[in-house]
């Protein structure tokens, strides 16, 4: 069974980065493509964007510019930064893996504010 | 994007009804869909994929079906920890996208 465990800075100003890490524990970490997706009372959940094993990524054209996600497979963990955040940039960011297509665990979530 | 609109946005039942959720994606995306429980303070729990599939560890009581691009969510003798917000979210065209959720309360 997989278990993520998320980290980073929770209150950042506007126009400063994003920084948060994934850390993955059980399970195989090449199997999966990792994903990153936030939650907002006014944007809902939202995917942002995911890394393959490989390296591969695709992200969501909403914040494709602005964002980056990374990892590292000798840690088993991988990376999300936003840069230039506004306060429309606040929401709970989740990590999740991806398996079967669908997303089917998730980390505990990060209450990120910008403010 | 695909879109998915989820209806009702908000449902009261009672312990033992059976209620149904239904998510409508905005053009054909196969049975590449997903639906999940999400409890207040809690990150979503994946409950069906492939319109279908219960989950492992997912109660019988849950179930999905297809029927074109109307895709729903069916829970038989609610019980009262099924009390919680359900979404959809498709997984066959990038970006990936969720439905805006379905409220479920006691009545």
């Known amino acids: 069974q997989v278990q993520l465990q998320q980290w980073g800075a929770g209150l950042l100003k506007p126009s400063e980065t994003l920084s948060l890490t994934c850390g993955v524990s059980?399970?195989?970490?090449?199997?999966?493509?990792w994903n990153w997706i936030r939650q907002s009372p006014g944007m809902g959940l939202e995917w942002i964007g995911e890394i393959s094993p490989g390296g591969n990524t695709n992200y969501n054209s909403s914040l494709k510019s602005r964002v980056t996600i990374s990892l590292d497979a000798s840690k088993k963990q991988f990376s999300l930064k936003v840069n230039s955040l506004t306060a429309a940039d606040t929401a709970v960011y989740y990590c999740?893996?991806?398996?079967?297509?669908?997303?089917?665990?998730w980390g505990q979530g990060i209450m990120v504010t910008v403010s | 994007a695909i879109q998915l609109t989820q209806s009702p946005s908000s449902l009261s039942a009672s312990v033992g009804d059976r209620v149904t959720i239904t998510c409508r994606a905005s053009?054909?995306?196969?049975?590449?869909l997903a639906w999940y429980q999400q409890k207040s303070g809690q990150a979503p729990q994946l409950l069906i994929y492939?319109?279908?599939t219960l989950n492992g560890g997912a109660p019988s009581r849950f179930s999905g079906s297809r029927s074109g691009t109307d895709f729903t969510l069916t829970i038989t003798s609610l019980q009262a920890e099924d009390f919680a917000t359900y979404f959809c979210q498709q997984f066959n065209n990038y970006p990936f996208t969720f439905g805006q959720g379905t409220r479920l309360d006691i009545k």
């Open positions: 492939d319109a279908s």
């Open positions: 999740a893996s991806q398996l079967l297509g669908a997303f089917d665990y």
């Open positions: 059980g399970g195989s970490f090449s199997a999966y493509h």
């Open positions: 053009r054909g995306i196969g049975n590449s």
